[in-house]
């Protein structure tokens, strides 16, 4: 069993043989969609949340490996590795480890030390180590008095800086250090002089534990000492954590050098240990901090993209202006665009109406997706009073625009509708994501859709590459139909990426609409392999082969062919079939192919290419609510969660300003994560607790009243 495994097993629990399969089978270049639903039977059924598990534990393991090698050249190359340190760093399992083994060797300039021991302190600094009971120490130390060395003290401080350095350099006293600082240091933090306060009033005369403050709070600190508003201190019982120091450099109280160790701790301790474990303690709790701030972001990320989608229906998609109008663009079934136009429809005495029902008449659309910008609930408002008023067979719904304008501005909008404006584009864009919210909002960057916390604080490298296992893992959960899904939707294919999802794209523009799966291995550069990855996760409908509009993978047509055989039916036939039920899977297992495979199969052959996501139900606000003016206490309101953070959610209720709930409102019995009750696009009903006009501030309530 490798290094690695052993290493994901001990960090995991997992089954060691579904471990090292995954491990294989990741090494080998396949995808984790692929592995969690058609490599069952090689990791004992380890799920997508197991072995995103071991993906991560992997990349962490790769990345110590990677410094392991980096510090054993540098200390090779300095002739400071002796086989104990190798050994040493052969064992280490954290960064943190490795750096605190390999700290006394990188210093980058000159220290206190160095030019002591150039001085020859050096044998002077060992008496102050061993601590004899008995000596001189003035005259001992005026023995060194030469050269730069002026004076006894001259002697003495230079010995103790040797000496401090050396008591920093001990990696078991920096991790104890450390660990004491984690435990029981406290941050504080204060208003700079000149600044003003205000956005961080929470913040002003502030103290809490490292070791209790959550992820929020501890990067709402670092934005606001970074914006240069904050003064930010971690601070500790200096004089416990010396005697800890002291009790562990063997201290004789009756050695006349007592004294200068106690000074060389001191000093080892104000000037290198804690200053050290200040930055490591910071550094973790940062790590530590995006990741908690990361996780919210995917599990928002995740229920959005996952949102309900219309399906293929003609919609009318208005983006809400007040000056320039409100831009409308009327979309196909599959999302092509049909017609557009402008309506000045807000902030007018004599709005469009006659206009705009017109157009709802002529296209008759099936629903209309109005954006949530700027007089979005105002021209919201006036296309229920006109599609009610005219008894139209039309739903009437809010969408969220964010990042419309990013995807309106884009590359790929300009390639998809080249022909029309920025505005038109931002009209189509909310039309589609009506009708179907994942393919639309894979278009646009995910941080520019609004469901983040702190998202602009944390790491960007690993924000993004967990934002884009989220994409992944839910575009390849739905599936995509090949013949009309856009490069951006085919990128997140397992397998395909963006160079060949472009390169599909232009096969399918040259030579018409797949009637196979197998017609992928004429696309170039797409071969055997990427086909074996991608293939399950696409879909041909209305082709030469109804598996084809199926999760079953090609490699198993030939199991279900049989299965077809064994029923007495054509495979067309037992698509959908209700005689499925009477077939024994214990008849079908092989070694390749186990039971949860063959279930799987049979549940996809009862209902092929059913989506996972729910049904879609149109939210509905009050009309007499439309700006937070209208809103009073003791209001009782349907909305729609927009955000979810680690200290509540935050509502829609129809008002252009999202009310919170707070984690502690939302629900009568204890709530430790808001995502256990509410997520993006939930429908909730809340009661205003308080508001506050002027700053346009809501506080929202779930539990019951009384």
Not at 21 to 36: C, I, Q, S
Not at 236 to 258: E, I, N, Q, T
Not at 418 to 426: A, F, H, I, K, S
Not at 592 to 605: F, N, P
């Amino acid at each position: 069993m490798s290094s690695m495994v052993q290493q994901i097993v001990a960090a995991t629990q997992l089954p060691q043989a579904g471990v090292a399969a995954a491990v294989g089978l990741f090494d080998e270049g396949a995808t984790l969609p692929f592995v969690a639903r058609y490599r069952k039977e090689r990791t004992g059924g380890l799920d997508e949340v197991q072995l995103r598990q071991i993906v991560e534990l992997q990349r962490q393991i790769a990345e110590v490996d990677q410094r392991r090698g980096a510090i054993l050249d540098a200390l090779t190359k300095l002739g400071k590795l002796t086989p104990a340190l190798e050994r040493a760093l052969a064992d280490a399992r954290r960064k943190q480890e490795l750096e605190d083994l390999y700290a006394p060797f990188k210093q980058s300039r000159v220290s206190k030390g160095d030019v002591a021991r150039e001085a020859g302190l050096q044998p002077l600094a060992e008496l102050i180590l061993k601590q004899p009971r008995a000596g001189d120490v003035a005259g001992e130390a005026r023995r060194f008095v030469r050269g730069a060395v002026a004076s006894v003290e001259d002697a003495l401080q230079g010995a103790r800086d040797i000496v401090a350095e050396e008591l920093a350099a001990d990696p078991e006293r920096r991790a104890a250090v450390r660990r004491a600082v984690g435990d029981r240091g406290v941050f504080s933090s204060t208003l700079k002089k000149g600044q003003d306060g205000t956005q961080y009033k929470d913040y002003l005369d502030f103290e809490e534990r490292a070791a209790r403050i959550p992820s929020h709070r501890y990067l709402a600190l670092c934005r606001g000492e970074e914006a240069g508003i904050l003064a930010v201190k971690l601070q500790v019982d200096r004089d416990a954590l010396l005697r800890d120091v002291l009790r562990g450099c063997g201290l004789v109280k009756g050695s006349p050098y007592a004294a200068e160790l106690e000074a060389a701790a001191e000093d080892a301790l104000k000037r290198l240990l804690l200053p050290a474990a200040e930055r490591a303690i910071r550094k973790a709790l940062k790590a530590w901090a995006d990741d908690d701030a990361i996780d919210v972001f995917q599990k928002n990320l995740e229920a959005l993209l996952l949102s309900a989608p219309l399906g293929p229906q003609k919609v009318l998609g208005l983006d809400p202006g007040i000056r320039t109008g409100c831009k409308a663009a009327v979309v196909s079934e599959t999302g092509d665009l049909l017609a557009h136009d402008v309506f000045h429809l807000v902030g007018r005495s004599n709005p469009q109406r006659g206009e705009l029902l017109a157009c709802l008449q002529r296209h008759r659309p099936h629903a209309v997706a109005v954006g949530n910008g700027t007089g979005g609930r105002e021209a919201e408002a006036l296309v229920r009073d006109l599609v009610r008023d005219h008894a139209l067979p039309i739903v009437v719904v809010s969408v969220s625009e964010a990042g419309a304008s990013v995807y309106s501005a884009s590359e790929l909008a300009g390639a998809e509708l080249p022909d029309v404006d920025l505005t038109v584009r931002g009209a189509v864009s909310i039309a589609r994501r009506l009708q179907d919210p994942l393919a639309e909002l894979v278009k646009v960057e995910p941080k520019a859709l609004g469901v983040g916390q702190y998202q602009h604080d944390v790491d960007a490298a690993k924000l993004e590459r967990r934002l884009d296992e989220v994409v992944e893992s839910c575009v390849n959960r739905v599936g995509v139909h090949l013949n009309t899904a856009s490069p951006a939707l085919l990128a997140h294919v397992a397998g395909l990426g963006a160079k060949r999802a472009s390169a599909v794209v232009s096969h399918r523009q040259q030579h018409g609409k797949f009637r196979r799966r197998k017609d992928l291995l004429a696309v170039p550069g797409l071969g055997q392999k990427t086909f074996e990855q991608c293939a399950g996760f696409l879909r041909i409908a209305d082709g030469d082969d109804p598996l084809d509009n199926s999760a079953v993978h090609p490699e198993r047509y030939a199991l279900v062919q049989r299965m077809a055989r064994d029923l007495g039916l054509p495979v067309g036939q037992v698509v959908g079939s209700s005689k499925l039920s009477e077939l024994k899977l214990a008849g079908y297992q092989d070694e390749h192919t186990g039971l949860a495979t063959l279930q799987d199969i049979v549940t996809e052959l009862q209902k092929p290419g059913r989506d996972p996501r729910e049904p879609f139900e149109a939210p509905a606000f009050r009309d007499d609510v439309r700006e937070v003016a209208d809103l009073v206490a003791g209001m009782e309101l349907d909305g729609i969660v927009t955000n979810v953070t680690n200290f509540g959610a935050f509502v829609d209720v129809g008002v252009h300003q999202d009310g919170l709930v707070h984690i502690s409102a939302l629900s009568d019995h204890f709530v430790r994560d808001p995502h256990e009750v509410v997520q993006p696009g939930s429908r909730v009903k809340v009661r205003v607790l308080e508001v506050d006009v002027a700053r346009k501030r809501i506080a929202l309530t779930m539990k019951k009243e009384g």
